[in-house]
């Protein structure tokens, strides 16, 4: 069996080492008995250096942690929270120049309270809008679930298009179209311009 250092019944975090069960590149492999109850199979040299402390439970309990503060990593709201605070805070956004480059703040301290403000998104047709402040920042009292419709009425500047109109209002969209094309066009002829 060769020189060995003896760590039967020394413990190293969770594990305690229970017999030595053979050697792995030179080193003593030990069964180990975890605190948890599971059994770990280790190298004498993992132990001594610190690298194995658990039979693998603590790794599970800390990347669980880190995933499951909220537990809402993979929900909509969250993305929703990610994607606003990547718009506001990062040149490198495809939409910085609409959010962060004009000066709009995302000025959320935590996931937590941002759901806490919004609550569930209601359905996938709704994304956040601020509201009722499009020019603010996104910030409690300025934020809401908004379809793409509310948030187009909500715009700075109101681009209207037909397809805007008709979705809005359905058949009364076109008749409306017509009132305001005629009406804008209408004085433009009248003021001298196409
Ligand atoms: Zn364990």
């Not at 975090?13 to 069964?31: D, E, F, H, N, T």
Request: aromatic share 10%.
């Amino acid at each position: 069996m060769g020189n060995f250092i003896d760590l039967k019944d020394r413990r190293f975090g969770r594990l305690v080492v229970k017999k030595r069960i053979g050697s792995k590149r030179g080193y003593a492999v030990w069964s180990c008995e975890c605190d948890c109850g599971g059994i770990a199979e280790v190298m004498s040299v993992n132990l001594i250096r610190g690298n194995s402390q658990s039979c693998g439970c603590l790794n599970r309990e800390r990347s669980q942690q880190a995933n499951t503060t909220h537990g809402m990593c993979e929900a909509p709201e969250y993305k929703a929270y990610q994607g606003a605070k990547h718009r506001c805070n990062n040149s490198n956004d495809s939409h910085w120049n609409d959010y962060g480059g004009r000066g709009i703040k995302f000025l959320f301290n935590s996931f937590e309270q941002f759901y806490a403000e919004l609550g569930s998104r209601p359905s996938p047709e709704y994304s956040v809008d601020r509201y009722p402040n499009n020019d603010g920042n996104y910030e409690p009292g300025n934020v809401r679930w908004a379809t793409a419709k509310e948030q187009i009425l909500n715009r700075r500047v109101l681009l209207v298009s037909q397809e805007i109109l008709c979705e809005i209002f359905g058949e009364d969209g076109d008749r409306i179209w017509k009132i305001l094309r005629e009406g804008i066009l209408g004085r433009g002829i009248a003021n001298g311009q196409n």
